[in-house]
């Protein structure tokens, strides 16, 4: 058996947390002032970094269309449905990571609005099934 | 040369538009009503079965977590952004189609507001960036 100091480092959480950092949440933003959506990346990656072992990984994309709803992330995952998330700001963050967890231990990440924190039950905007691989699955009906 | 008609069928679009069909648009439906967003479905169908060449593989899917903001449907292909859409209805089942042959020719998917259909300019809900395969790209940073 390796000895602990030898053993490899774990893979990265297959689940993904990825947060528009550009969102301004609707709002003008004054001179010099980081964008909230930064803002609650970096809260996600503070708390994320306390962790032993992190649920999710954390990706910065630039806009995810979703301005005026903003604050807005995604939960995504090979293989499950993917949710994008509004209305959210960095108090908030400590909650999502609760959500990733239990996302990333869904089998399809459909978790009931009831698993997820209290103050997360009304952020989902929407969600997209994961696709199939090359060929339509036999659930897809071709257009012609 | 092999003659015309022992050519192969067309490969399936790789684009796909994945309809709502269970989607009632925010309101109670009649006794027996069919579902707005199957009517949406079924009106697209007609659309592209009139083509001679569609641009997007139809698929009906249930319930894309946008009820208050439907009907709603999705744009997505393989490695492009998934654009989630709401405030749909039968009578724009044409300027979608004409909006996912915009999508389908596009290298990343995202078509400019300008670019679409004028009655579609303000569907869009949210959009999701195709996830790296296996690894993490680059631009992702792991959350520790």
Avoid: N, Q
């Amino acid at each position: 058996m390796a000895p602990a100091g030898d053993a490899a480092p774990p893979d990265p959480p297959a689940c993904t947390l990825l947060v528009c950092v550009t969102c301004r949440a609707g709002r003008a933003l004054a001179e010099g002032e980081a964008p909230p959506g930064r803002i609650l990346h970096d809260a996600l990656a503070g708390h994320l970094g306390a962790l032993a072992t992190a649920p999710v990984s954390l990706r910065p994309v630039t806009c995810l269309a979703a301005c005026d709803r903003g604050c807005a992330a995604v939960l995504a995952a090979p293989g499950k449905w993917s949710y994008l998330l509004g209305h959210l700001s960095p108090a908030l963050a400590g909650d999502l990571i609760a959500y990733g967890a239990a996302y990333a231990a869904h089998a399809s990440g459909a978790v009931l609005p009831s698993r997820r924190p209290a103050s997360l039950r009304s952020v989902v905007l929407g969600r997209i099934p994961a696709l199939p691989p090359a060929d339509p699955s036999p659930a897809a009906i071709p257009a012609r």
